[in-house]
């Protein structure tokens, strides 16, 4: 049996009949909001159990990690990566070219969107499979683990568009985004544990030129650090399933 610990490290920042993406909105859009309030207030406790039955996992550094009582990941040695969803924080667009004479277009969301979804692809695939890890695969079978993310609340502070005569942006920061991941029994669909997590890019502490290479330079930071706390956490599940060191 897994301890929740372990559940909470594979999640952590420190540590097919595929769901289609629209079925994804409406807890998307739930967790959305509560970490958004969360941000605000935080007299208002989460559920300790949601709809579905998963279980809050306390004394987690995220915003907030369910999982089945008892979950055990020490049997997945491969994981299905589904391509991750994308989604701006609200408004974004029309607060970005509020009283700027740089214009983000429609097509340079899209254009961002495409790219995120690709680094983070490559990022966390990278991670997983590194120094004899876990290999990728699209099938189901008793030893996959099918992990569903999405990145919510995209904000570039600074995004480099590509109008005609564009002018440089500055910012101390490329920006802020929240993680939302679902992982999955392959065999039976069975929805096994799920988090949320924010993360801002780190802060020069002054303003700096931001272009769509620092920009991803920030994302790619930010996607590292949860696939090594994802990588990590499932070393260690496997790691005590054998006996053997995580370290």
């Known amino acids: 049996m897994l301890k929740p610990k372990l559940v909470k490290r594979v999640f952590s920042m420190k540590s097919i009949t595929m769901l289609k993406p629209v079925l994804m909105m409406p807890a998307l859009m739930v967790l959305s909001l509560t970490i958004s309030s969360m941000a605000v207030a935080k007299k208002d406790d989460p559920p300790e159990v949601t709809e579905d039955g998963l279980h809050l996992v306390k004394d987690s550094n995220l915003a907030l990690v369910y999982a089945v009582p008892g979950a055990d990941l020490k049997g997945y040695k491969r994981i299905w990566l589904v391509e991750p969803h994308i989604a701006f924080k609200k408004n974004w667009q029309r607060d970005q070219?509020?009283?700027?004479?740089?214009?983000?277009?429609?097509?340079?969301?899209e254009r961002i969107r495409t790219r995120l979804a690709s680094e983070f692809t490559s990022v966390f695939a990278e991670v997983l499979q590194e120094d004899d890890g876990y290999e990728l695969a699209e099938e189901r079978a008793s030893d996959v683990l099918i992990i569903r993310p999405a990145i919510i609340n995209l904000d570039v502070n600074a995004p480099d568009t590509m109008s005609a005569g564009r002018s440089r942006t500055y910012a101390s920061s490329a920006g802020e985004m929240s993680l939302y991941v679902e992982a999955y029994d392959s065999e039976t669909n069975a929805l096994i544990a799920k988090a949320l997590d924010r993360k801002y890019d780190r802060n020069a502490g002054f303003a700096t030129w931001k272009t769509s290479v620092s920009n991803a330079q920030g994302a790619r930071r930010?996607?590292?650090?949860?696939?090594?706390?994802?990588?990590?956490?499932?070393?260690?599940?496997?790691?005590?399933?054998?006996?053997?060191?995580s370290d």
């Open 97 to 109: 070219n509020r009283g700027k004479g740089i214009k983000v277009s429609n097509q340079d969301m």
């Open 222 to 245: 930010v996607l590292r650090a949860w696939a090594q706390s994802m990588r990590n956490g499932l070393d260690e599940a496997n790691a005590v399933a054998t006996g053997k060191s």
